[in-house]
């Protein structure tokens, strides 16, 4: 797969019961881009998202990741291949600090055997400072080093979503899903997150994100596809899909 | 000498923990000379009765992974027990003389040790297959049916395990070489196989395991698989997706800890020289659990002081309250109280009926009192305020200064 897609869905099909939640949805998320997917309430997004990172496998269709299939790969394979998520409602480990989080992250990058973390052998202390410094930076990053030592849920709130974009990244993903990342934030924080959004493409990562909120959408993404009742109604740049009859009719209803 | 200075200048206020593991320490090393002193130079007794709690500190050890590190439910614990203490009794006995196979292994405790630990943790893996996809009460409810299960095959297999007899005769733990001085009484001598009849030599032999096992436990806490497990307690969708191998953390789980009472039962085997399955009970299951619990889950030295203190109430305080009772009777001159009258029993024999309330009562009292357990874990405290301190509380007092 040499057209730069990182990642390509190819007729994906996700049913529960007789509920279609996503119907054939086509597309390429290209290597190096922020690229979105919106769409009203219900629409899918999540799904797909579930769909890429293996919690729940695709009914049917193919997901290629790197030009390799991996529709139905457990989460923890796909996060080893290099597909990191963040949840729509946060899910971050309550009761482990901040660093801690993060080197939950890093736990699939790791090679310490249940030997060496028995005997704390020194290549397993190396490995420990290592990560433990890999964390540290990685919180400053996002810009909440002075939360380390922190549980993750007395971090406020904006300070939690970033902590799970850490967590993310500690997978060291290639391609980062975002679900809706800029949730609950006010005017100034999302103007942050934008730009946090610009650095982590600036570190080599693509970026898959669902948002709400436009102004983000159409500030960071340079594609976008738009979903609703699981079909696939739009793709193209953000002017594009800002002017298509059916994208407003999604969100907006019929005019009579 | 480092980390001695080290310990002795933390503030106990600020690192509790390191003070518990301190006061143990001391308690274990001091602990024969005290027993020899109230016991008037015969501390056998007490010896023997520290090194069975010993057994109960071992299994709660080991739960405790599953259980605090984890957060899966097991209530059939014991039944890891009983397969430690039978993989003792099968290797170290003349006992499979009189099953199928007529032939009889003696294998040195030392090997049996380790041996019993690898068969037990390959039947952690066995209980834990099954169970993967079961979580809180689901689970417990399957793992109760193995720990029913297995005392149940040891005790109807007859042919293998002679049944509700048991198996009795097993070896005595043995040291390769020794070399006797006045240290043991004895004179000058070069011995080999010496045999460990002693309960000082099972109260140092159960401190080595519990060494040992509290470091390799300790180890696996601070590790890449402590904080995989710490993470599967947490959220287990978000560990998967955050490339933790859930499958296989949780099988480890039931394996290291399966494989701490593959040590114990092999332990508690050799000493009491016997093994029936009326010793691997659903109580000894819940016991251990409870010594979880009531220590503080997920926390070492939390459960390492909560099965001692247990220990102590449900082996000594309580078997010894009859009496007394009516000591105490006897000494404010009611001696009427002690005897049968009617349809009252004796104050001895009363109290004795009363004691599983009396045990009940403890229990609620602690747990009403320190809910979180006696020596809990951070996050469990934490877990507990809960409704009271909601919101975004910074607790780490470095992150106010930074």
């Known amino acids: 797969m040499d057209d730069g897609a990182v990642l390509r869905l190819d007729h994906v099909v996700k049913r529960f019961g007789g509920l279609v939640a996503v119907n054939d949805v086509t597309f390429d998320v290209k290597k190096g881009e922020v690229f979105a997917l919106i769409g009203p309430n219900g629409a899918g997004k999540t799904t797909l998202f ?60 790791m090679n310490a055997k249940l030997w060496d973390s028995i005997f704390k052998t020194p290549r397993e202390r190396r490995e420990e400072a290592a990560v433990h410094e890999r964390a540290m930076e990685l919180l400053k990053f996002v810009g909440i080093d002075r939360w380390a030592n922190s549980y993750a849920r007395n ?97 907006l209803g019929k005019q009579h | 000498m480092n980390w001695l200075r080290k310990a002795w200048s933390t503030d106990p206020r600020r690192d509790r923990d390191a003070m518990v593991y301190i006061v ?55 039944a890891f027990f009983a397969i430690g203490a039978y993989t003792y009794a099968f290797l170290a006995s003349n006992h499979l003389e009189v099953t199928p196979l007529h032939t009889s292994l003696h294998l040195p405790f030392w090997i049996v040790l380790f041996v019993a630990l690898f ?33 149940r095959v040891f005790k109807n297999a007859a042919v293998w395990t002679s049944g509700v007899n048991g198996i009795s005769a097993l070896d005595t733990p043995q040291l390769p070489f020794w070399i006797q ?54 959220d287990e969708v978000a560990a998967a997706a955050m490339g933790v191998n859930t499958v296989q953390a949780k099988l480890l789980a039931f394996a290291i800890g399966a494989s701490v009472s593959g040590f114990a039962g092999t332990f508690y085997g050799a000493k009491l020289s016997l093994v029936s399955p009326e010793n691997f009970t659903f109580v000894v299951s819940i016991t251990v659990l409870v010594m979880v619990v009531l220590g503080g889950m997920g926390n070492i030295p939390g459960v390492l002081s909560g099965s001692l203190l247990l220990y ?80 975004t509380i910074i607790e780490d007092v470095q992150a106010e200064v930074g």
């Open chain 1, 155 to 251: 971090l406020p709130y904006g300070g939690q979503r970033r902590l799970e974009i850490a967590r993310a990244l500690a997978t060291k993903p290639r391609l980062l899903l975002l679900d809706e990342p800029a949730a609950g934030f006010t005017p100034q924080e999302k103007v942050e997150l934008m730009r946090l959004v610009g650095k982590i493409l600036e570190s080599g990562v693509t970026v898959f994100l669902i948002e709400h909120d436009m102004k983000v959408v159409m500030g960071i993404s340079k594609r976008i596809v738009v979903l609703d009742h699981g079909e696939m109604i739009a793709q193209g740049t953000p002017d594009e899909v800002r002017s298509n009859p059916r994208v407003i009719e999604a969100y």
């Open chain 2, 24 to 78: 143990l320490l001391m308690f274990a090393v001091l602990f024969p000379l005290f027993a020899n002193v109230i016991s008037g130079g015969s501390p056998s007794f007490w010896l023997s009765f520290m090194a069975d709690g010993g057994v109960y500190m071992l299994l709660a050890l080991g739960l405790n992974v599953v259980v605090g590190f984890a957060g899966l439910l097991d209530l059939g614990y014991a």
């Open chain 2, 119 to 151: 068969v037990a943790a390959c039947f952690g893996v066995i209980l834990g297959a099954p169970t993967l996809r079961l979580r809180g009460d689901y689970l417990a409810i399957v793992t109760l049916g193995f720990g029913e299960i297995v005392p």
């Open chain 1, 50 to 109: 579930n769909g890429v990172t293996g919690l729940l496998p695709p009914t049917s269709g193919s997901v290629i990741f790197e030009g390799r299939e991996i529709a139905g790969t457990k989460p923890h394979e796909v996060a080893k291949l290099g597909i990191a998520r963040t949840f729509q409602n946060i899910r971050l480990f309550e009761y482990m600090s901040a660093v801690e989080n993060i080197l939950v992250g890093e736990h699939c990058r």
């Open chain 2, 181 to 234: 001085g006045p240290w043991s009484g004895d004179s000058f001598a070069f011995v080999t196989n010496l045999k460990i009849f002693d309960p000082f030599g099972y109260y140092v032999i159960m401190c080595l395991l519990l060494v040992l096992a509290i470091i390799i436990v300790r180890n696996l806490q601070n590790s890449r698989m402590g904080r995989a497990w710490a993470a599967i307690r947490e």
């Open chain 2, 312 to 391: 102590w109430i449900t082996f000594w305080l309580l078997p010894g309250l009859p009496d007394t009772a009516t000591n105490v009777a006897n000494a404010f001159g009611l001696t009427g109280l002690t005897h049968t009258s009617g349809d009252f029993p004796g104050i001895g024999e009363y109290i004795s009926r009363l004691k599983f309330l009396v045990f009940g009562l403890i229990l609620v009292v602690v747990m009403l009192v320190r809910p979180e357990g006696l020596v809990p874990s951070r996050e469990r405290q934490q877990e507990l305020k809960k409704g009271t301190h909601e919101d």
